[in-house]
């Protein structure tokens, strides 16, 4: 069989000292040769020494750019015989090639679809008016960025190993002292495991507790993305109302009588969707009925930062009984960076790391290693104060503009990034005219485990800096 070897190089030449490295001159020069067809699949390219004659590159300038075009798809490397070029792919059908500017509800509206459509690639004409992460101007990425610098010039092999089943010793070092500020007896050996972020937290609860059939109770409106995770262990949930101080105490006591609940699972402060925070006389309460029915009470601290101060902590009260607090940095740090924890008494955390290490082995050290070199760097209490800042003007600006809207606030939010807001009408149908001119909302039925009809909104506070936004949102309530 008869091989193509390619013909010299272009006319290309290298530029020195230009924006583009040496590198990715070679490599996009190649790139370009093939696109265009004038390097057809199958031909050889020229040998490393060759290349490196033509161009006027050392040889491991050509190297790495053979290693880019092979990483890209276009040239393959066979052992002993050079580079070749690859047969091309087939293109994208223009069904397949389309990114619809629709966000095409189904027929009914439900968790996944308003999951999808919040990390779907933005477009043009998209406005996350119900999304639940804060902008990246409004956080501090130079400073995640600088402690990623940081890291990857101190660790080096390190970071090929697995690192610990618990996490990283100096972030669980760094996690107990400061919830031991806050009065929760968090030993860094016994009472910690890290997580990727909260809901992987909240996973490993549910896998140890729940059982297919056991009763979980959880409030009503809350998270929604814990009710599907808890349904697909095939927990029967059981919603427990929640007010501005807390849950209903009167039909929680009546329903852990009546379900006998393995789980309650509880938003303390900064309340999704509601921002409200637990109440001192609530804290106790619920603790009350937790040994009462004996039922384990899992706190979701995912928003607690955002709380101006002196908030009740469950497992503060607790002292780690019969109480897992789940918590993390991706709101407030960056939400690519995946690091939660979980605090609980030893023998609960023995057995969830158990299955930590049965799940997926260890956590990736890394970013436990990026958010340890924030924590210790003293940059980050001023952080939070300044995205708090943020938060509480956006909020104030979004109550303002929701209310000469026509819409009403029940209860205002104490704090965090969050609206919970009257319509006055079926929030799905609402959301689902706003999706078809581009507008995300977040009807209040998926807030609920019943997923009962609602006329309440949840409206991220970040919408503030959306071009366009209220006249968008006034059209769909005049629709």
Wanted: hydrophobic content about 45%.
């Amino acid at each position: 069989m008869t091989v193509e070897i390619s013909p010299p190089t272009s006319n290309w030449r290298p530029v020195r000292q230009a924006d583009a490295t040496l590198v990715a001159q070679l490599a996009d020069d190649v790139a370009r040769r093939i696109d265009d067809q004038g390097l057809r699949p199958g031909t050889r390219l020229p040998s490393i020494r060759t290349m490196a004659e033509q161009t006027g590159v050392s040889r491991f300038t050509v190297v790495e750019a053979y290693d880019r075009l092979v990483a890209r798809g276009l040239v393959q490397s066979r052992r002993g015989a050079g580079f070749f070029v690859r047969a091309r792919r087939e293109p994208l059908s223009a069904e397949q090639a389309a990114k619809p500017d629709s966000l095409a509800p189904p027929a009914r509206i439900d968790v996944t679809w308003l999951l999808r459509s919040m990390f779907r690639e933005p477009t043009t004409s998209s406005m996350p008016g119900g999304a639940g992460l804060l902008p990246a101007d409004w956080l501090d990425p130079d400073m995640v960025s600088a402690a990623v610098r940081a890291v990857g010039r101190s660790v080096r092999g390190n970071l090929v190993s697995y690192g610990s089943p618990q996490g990283y010793a100096p972030l669980r070092q760094q996690l107990a002292s400061r919830l031991q500020a806050e009065g929760v007896p968090a030993h860094p050996e016994h009472n910690l495991l890290t997580t990727n972020g909260v809901t992987h937290g909240l996973d490993l609860v549910g896998r140890h507790f729940v059982q297919p059939g056991d009763a979980v109770l959880v409030e009503d409106p809350a998270w929604f993305v814990i009710f599907g995770r808890l349904a697909a262990f095939g927990a029967r949930l059981i919603g427990v109302p929640r007010g501005p101080d807390g849950p209903d105490l009167e039909q929680l006591d009546r329903l852990a009588a009546l379900h006998k609940p393995r789980l309650f699972i509880t938003n303390t402060t900064v309340h999704n969707p509601t921002g409200h925070t637990l109440s001192a006389g609530a804290a106790y309460d619920i603790l009350r009925l937790a040994e009462r029915h004996d039922f384990w009470v899992v706190e979701d601290d995912t928003y607690g930062e955002l709380h101006p101060g002196g908030a009740v902590k469950l497992a503060s009260l607790d002292r780690l009984n019969r109480v897992i607090l789940a918590g993390g940095f991706s709101k407030m740090l960056a939400a690519s960076l995946r690091v939660g924890y979980l605090a609980a008494n030893a023998e609960v955390l023995r057995r969830l790391g158990d299955l930590k290490m049965l799940a997926g082995l260890t956590t990736p050290e890394l970013g436990e290693r990026v958010v340890h070199r924030v924590l210790i760097e003293g940059q980050y209490r001023r952080h939070v104060e300044r995205v708090r800042a943020r938060v509480n003007a956006a909020r104030e600006q979004c109550l303002a503009q929701l209310t000469s809207l026509g819409m009403t606030v029940p209860h205002e939010p104490h704090a965090g990034m969050f609206v919970w807001a009257d319509c006055g009408r079926d929030a799905e149908v609402l959301a689902r005219t706003a999706a078809d001119r581009g507008l995300l909302l977040a009807p209040g039925s998926l807030f609920s485990p019943s997923q009962a009809p609602s006329t309440m909104l949840r409206f991220s506070v970040s919408m503030v800096d959306t071009p366009g936004i209220w006249p968008a949102l006034s059209a769909v309530l005049a629709a």
